[in-house]
């Protein structure tokens, strides 16, 4: 199969010195290496990009102060802070708004502490209970039973303009 | 001589097809070289036929968040065979895990991993982590609410690790939430990175096995010496060898075909999963399960005591990596016998056993509130007024029964409390309810003097007499 090829291989080599040879050979992969990482800066770079980017937050309006009934939680769709236009229906996030007696609001994250499914208010059991392992919480947010290491983790919330706003967040994660 | 033949000689002459493969393909392996040895060549055939049914899927599916639910309702439903090549990719997948455990075992229990096929079993090692990489991101791409919950759940595993663990959750989420860059990152992974990741694997697997050769069917007291095997299984093979193309081929094609044909009907009979709801993370109303082959993970993790939780799910994975990788270094040298290793059977018959429990747990949730039950008909409750009746609708209304089950109605997370007057006084039942513990709330500050009596009647008239409709 390589006949034709040694003797031309070896008639090119011949003027090469040992010296010559090892030169070339380095030259090769460091110019190959250098090459290959021109290449990858960009491609790592924007596979590893959710590393790097800063996403600034919001405050996203829920709805008037009046549309909630003190005592009562509610469940309130926002959009995200920065939706890319192709994002379609994952760009909307969901918390739990809670009016407290005195008028003040508390906002709750919908993700379970323990694993981060999306925790479902019972109203007349004044509890969060989570589907994925049974987590529950109380009205305030605090664990009540289940694997939930910690409370349910809470949105920022002003009214502005007789509007309720809540600022997004990223999804909590527990560490 | 035909001029196809012509045709094909002058074409081989300048292409060399024969002189590449023809070698490869008539290598000799043992002669007892049997059916036990066709699952590598099948979990390569089910990875073939994914990559097929895969390319023809992406003739439609468009992976981007606001469309592929969409697109696969689309192909679902209507697209013409668009049915059964979802089917064939979601059994193919299935197919794909189950022979790589398969195949994983039987090299673990002939020992096939001894020496000088320590790389052949660390390369299958690879290959298998990302074949579940491959089958779990296939699952996300099914873009439905399950998968939506799917990736926060992961994130926040990976978030447990120390120091990268936000980090990581970021990335798994490609930003601070689910949004347009998830998918379509989990496709390019799905699609390019985990498939080229395997080719290349298989690549250096096939070739170890050319290099080593098939490992010849184990027998007690013929233990695998390094310093001889080499010579001796080369005599072997010039004793007694059989050209691997078509005396050892043929089970592997019979077997592969099969397979195929398995995944075939399985498809049409059985169809792809169906889709769950639509990927909005604003419907709460969620239940996400992994597919089968992770349920037993779900279940772990539900099960863990909470102090150990973090462990598991930190280092659980990567000290199973661990040991795997490391199967061959612990041994690999002496019997290769299942029948002088009674302790690699007993472990393989273990994980078998752990990871089928698991399952059966996983698959039962009974951890889970059933948000699916309904009032207790009056029937059993006993009563249609009176506070015995108000209990009954008490104890639906105030949640109890997510946790509880009465008749069987009500989940499974607390004590059945079918007969719970038997066991438990009126005062006993008060204290448990008003201050909760053992995993239970406390309902102290959500029940009137009134609502507390009535669930207290409701509870004491749950005696074995009456809990019998
Ligand atoms: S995710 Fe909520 S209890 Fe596990």
Request: charged share 15%; hydrophobic share 45%; aromatic share 12%.
């Amino acid at each position: 199969m390589s006949g034709d090829h040694h003797p031309a291989a070896a008639k090119a080599g011949s003027p090469a010195s040992p010296g010559r040879r090892e030169f070339l050979t380095r030259v090769s992969i460091a110019l190959g290496a250098l090459g290959a990482a021109i290449v990858a800066v960009p491609v790592v770079g924007f596979l590893l990009a959710p590393f790097f980017e800063k996403q600034s937050q919001v405050w996203r309006p829920v709805g008037t102060v009046d549309s909630f009934r003190p005592g009562m939680t509610v469940k309130v769709d926002f959009p995200d802070s920065s939706p890319l236009p192709w994002a379609g229906v994952v760009a909307r996030t969901a918390a739990w708004l809670r009016r407290e007696p005195d008028g003040t609001f508390v906002a709750f994250t919908v993700n379970c502490t323990h694993l981060g499914c999306p925790v479902r208010w019972l109203p007349d059991a004044g509890l969060f209970m989570c589907p994925c392992h049974g987590g529950v919480y109380y009205k305030d947010g605090a664990v009540a039973a289940g694997p939930p290491p910690k409370p349910l983790p809470r949105y920022p919330v002003r009214v502005r303009d007789g509007q309720v706003e809540i600022q997004t967040s990223p999804i909590p994660i527990t560490t | 001589m035909g001029i196809a033949r012509r045709l094909w000689r002058a074409f081989d002459d300048r292409a060399g097809i024969s002189q590449i493969l023809g070698p490869v393909l008539r290598h000799p392996v043992p002669k007892d070289a049997r059916w036990y040895y066709v699952f590598g060549s099948a979990t390569l055939f089910a990875f073939l036929l994914q990559v097929v049914t895969g390319i023809a899927l992406a003739l439609a599916y468009i992976p981007s968040t606001a469309n592929a639910y969409d697109t696969l309702q689309w192909i679902t439903h209507q697209a013409p065979f668009g049915r059964i090549l979802r089917g064939m990719h979601y059994f193919g997948a299935s197919a794909m895990v189950l022979l790589i455990g398969a195949h994983m075992a039987r090299t673990f229990l002939m020992g096939a991993y001894k020496f000088p096929r320590e790389l052949n079993w660390i390369t299958g090692v690879v290959l298998f982590v990302v074949t579940i990489l491959l089958a779990f991101t296939g699952q996300l791409l099914r873009w439905d609410q399950t998968a939506v919950w799917s990736i926060a759940v992961a994130a926040e595993q990976m978030g447990r690790l120390p120091l990268i663990g936000r980090a990581l959750a970021r990335f798994l989420l490609a930003g601070d939430t689910w949004g347009g860059q998830t998918l379509s990152r989990f496709f390019a992974f799905h699609v390019f990175f985990i498939p080229a990741v395997i080719f290349a694997f298989v690549g250096i697997h096939l070739w170890l096995v050319l290099r080593h050769g098939i490992s010849e069917p184990p027998e007690p007291g013929r233990p695998v010496d390094p310093r001889t095997y080499r010579a001796w299984y080369q005599s072997l093979l010039s004793r007694e060898g059989r050209p691997f193309w078509p005396d050892a081929a043929w089970r592997d094609i019979v077997f592969g075909v099969c397979m195929a044909g398995a995944v075939v009907l399985a498809s049409l009979i059985v169809g792809p999963p169906e889709l769950g709801k639509p990927p909005d993370p604003t419907i709460i109303q969620a239940d996400p399960r992994p597919d089968w082959y992770l349920l037993w993970y779900f279940g772990l993790l539900a099960l863990l005591p909470p102090n150990l939780e973090n462990y598991v799910m930190v280092l659980g994975p990567l000290v199973a990596l661990i040991v795997l990788l490391l199967v061959p270094a612990i041994s690999n040298r002496g019997e290769r016998s299942p029948a002088r290793r009674p302790w690699a059977i007993g472990l393989v018959f273990a994980i078998c056993l752990t990871i089928g429990t698991l399952w059966i747990v996983g698959a039962r949730a009974p951890w889970s509130p059933d948000f699916t039950t309904g009032p207790i008909p009056a029937r059993i409750i006993g009563a249609a007024t009176g506070p015995i009746a108000a209990g009954g609708r008490l104890f639906y209304g105030k949640g109890c029964q997510y946790c509880h089950a009465i008749a069987g109605y009500g989940g499974a997370r607390g004590p059945d409390l079918s007969a719970v007057g038997d066991r438990l006084t009126p005062a006993q039942m008060t204290w448990r309810i008003l201050n909760g513990g053992m995993n239970m709330p406390a309902f102290a500050g959500n029940l009137t003097p009134d609502e507390l009596d009535a669930l207290i009647a409701f509870l004491k008239s749950r005696t074995t007499r009456e809990s019998t409709p």
